[in-house]
């Protein structure tokens, strides 16, 4: 084997385009988590990174090394095949991960999903999950583990000791102008799916102008890098290419998506939701062999969403994880205003009338978000806390008439809303002269591993 390069020769490596070999990145990634790597040159290697790109054989080996960088989590032999989990690249309402976790579990598999906080504006399902009184995402692996025995599935934090190389790289990204490099953010996300030793992964890439990839092309790339490396990590890996132009669902805020959930989890909520919920689930039942065909996965979610299931799966779940067990049945078995006053709401419920009438063609979601952020609903800084409370509930669908001074849009918060935060909001509904066309169908593609056979 070759003498090992100096890290100043490693940098210019790739900063002159070459590929590194897999010592070399590993050797990269043992300094950056043993603290032997200066924090300028973690910098220029990710600045080099960002430019020059890596391949696939590159990708999987900064992959493993960063998993190598801390501890692996380990399952019973009999889970084998069963362990799985989601991983979305962030939305404005995405409240999946909530229904769709018991829903897995209850229909057989195992679920550790480990999920994020909100950041920006797209909020996180620990942060959503929080809003329930006594929830506690943190858990060690030990206590995951009894929570899957008993429950099948639990939703928690990342444990400091899982892939802390990403911890560091992803603090560097942020301040560097290098979050948005397909290697690195590949690396990043499988990370920490292959340090939960899964067996299957389903991945929501979603693109739009409330998205981390702006068009279907470049989520389409993301999947397609994600979808290469995971399978080569030995995890069946699937991609859902998915519309995030505007919410999804009708709420937004953290305590209104956790009601939004509960009615998906009872078999109702809105459609959007549920389609995405059983797609994805879909995919992963067939994918760790517990359906014949995604078709037949996507069926078998319906029925444990249908037939309370999955519902009596999220109660276990949240008992398992602190909520008082009065609390929990409240919330799942509750009339809507008996989970309204287990969650609380917010002090000020406002709704904002329509200026002027027309055909609902869309509710835009960034300044939707960025509206709700600025009330409290989200944080600028990590660290910093969020009302769960502030929130808002879309009172319209696409392609409704709407008259001047009908209401379309409930705000809760507390306080006042300023003129500014009421002319982003009313510059979030787009309204047509007529009746619109059809809005494009919100799942826009499947990527599968090639060679996979195309789900029947
Ligand atoms: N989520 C991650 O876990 N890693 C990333 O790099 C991004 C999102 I961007």
Redesign the pocket.
């Known amino acids: 084997m070759a003498a090992q390069a100096s890290l100043p020769a490693l940098i210019r490596k790739k900063r002159d385009g070459e590929q590194l070999e897999d010592e070399e990145i590993q050797s990269f990634v043992r300094g950056v988590t043993e603290g032997t790597v200066q924090q300028g040159q973690i910098g220029a290697m990710l600045m080099a990174i960002r430019l020059r790109g890596m391949d696939a054989v590159e990708t999987l080996a900064l992959t493993r090394a960063m998993v190598a960088s801390g501890r692996v989590l380990a399952w019973p032999p009999a889970w084998g095949g069963l362990v799985v989990d989601k991983?979305s690249?962030?939305g404005v309402g995405d409240k999946v991960s909530l229904a769709l976790a018991p829903a897995l579990a209850a229909c057989g598999c195992k679920v550790p999903m480990i999920s994020?906080r909100g950041l920006g504006h797209t909020g996180g399902t620990l942060d959503k999950l929080e809003a329930i009184p006594g929830f506690c995402v943190s858990q060690s692996p030990e206590q995951m583990q009894s929570i899957l025995e008993q429950v099948g599935c639990c939703i928690v934090g990342q444990s400091k000791e899982l892939v802390p190389a990403?911890r560091e790289l992803?603090s560097l990204?942020d301040v560097t102008a290098t979050?948005?490099?397909l290697p690195?953010?590949?690396?990043?996300?499988l990370s920490?799916k292959a340090a939960e030793q899964l067996s299957a992964l389903v991945l929501d890439v979603k693109f739009g102008s409330a998205a981390?990839c702006p068009t279907q092309e470049s989520a389409q790339e993301l999947a397609h890098s994600l979808v290469v490396v995971g399978e080569q990590l030995g995890i069946r890996t699937a991609a859902v290419l998915s519309r995030m132009d505007e919410p999804l669902g009708r709420c937004v805020g953290s305590s209104l998506e956790v009601l939004e959930a509960l009615e998906c989890l009872e078999g109702g909520g809105p459609p959007d939701l549920r389609e995405l919920v059983t797609a994805l689930g879909g995919l992963l039942l067939w994918q760790c062999g517990l359906a014949p065909a995604e078709e037949q996965g996507r069926q078998q979610l319906a029925r444990v969403l249908d037939d309370g299931s999955a519902l009596r799966t999220f109660e276990a779940m949240l008992g398992a994880q602190g909520v008082p067990p009065n609390i929990a049945h409240r919330l799942c078995a509750g009339s809507p205003p008996e989970r309204r006053q287990v969650l609380g709401q917010a002090g000020t419920r406002e709704e904002l009338p329509a200026l002027r009438g027309g055909w609902v063609q869309r509710v835009q979601a960034l300044p939707l978000a960025h509206v709700l952020h600025e009330l409290g609903a989200g944080r600028a800084r990590a660290g910093d806390p969020v009302n769960p409370r502030v929130g808002a509930e879309l009172l319209v669908a696409v392609g409704q008439r709407l008259r001047a001074g009908e209401p379309w849009l409930r705000v809760h918060h507390e306080g006042a809303l300023c003129a500014a935060a009421r002319r982003a909001l009313q510059a979030a509904l787009c309204l047509a002269p007529g009746p619109p066309r059809a809005p494009p169908p919100r799942l826009a593609a499947t990527i599968l591993p090639a060679g996979a056979p195309r789900p029947r």
Do not use: E
């Open positions: 991983h690249t962030g994020g990403d992803y990204r979050v948005d490099s690195l953010i590949t690396a990043s996300i920490k981390l």
